[in-house]
């Protein structure tokens, strides 16, 4: 199994920065895909980004240029690096872990509040 925990939420002011953090441990070895979701109030939740073992990453169109999903295999440690934030992305951000090709593991969730 695998489990994450995620880390580095806050508040933040609109054009500013925050770096989310998430953990991952037990059967590293089998992890697919690592992502990021976020649920803002009353939506569905959403994938942000998310990087596969190849290191192939994807976006959700609207943090496109302005997220950067990455990894450290070292530290076990995905990123979520979020530049030029937005009211809009306010939201609780999952992160997620892909394994066994079959299997999802879900953290607790980091608050990410942006303030206009």
């Known amino acids: 199994q695998v489990q994450v925990v995620e880390s580095g939420g806050g508040l933040v002011q609109a054009g500013g920065s925050l770096r989310l953090s998430c953990l991952a441990s037990?059967?590293?070895?089998?992890?697919?895909?690592m992502g990021w979701y976020r649920q803002a109030p009353g939506k569905q939740r959403e994938m942000v980004a998310s990087?596969?073992?190849?290191?192939?990453?994807n976006y959700a169109d609207s943090v496109k240029g302005r997220f950067t999903i990455s990894r450290d295999s070292a530290k076990n440690t995905v990123y979520l690096q979020m530049n030029s934030l937005k009211p809009e992305d306010t939201a609780v951000y999952y992160c997620?872990?892909?394994?066994?090709?079959?299997?999802?593991?879900w953290g607790q969730g980091t608050q990410v509040t942006v303030s206009s």
């Open positions: 037990g059967s590293i070895f089998s992890i697919n895909v």
């Open positions: 997620n872990a892909f394994y066994q090709m079959r299997y999802s593991s």
């Open positions: 990087i596969t073992n190849g290191g192939i990453t």
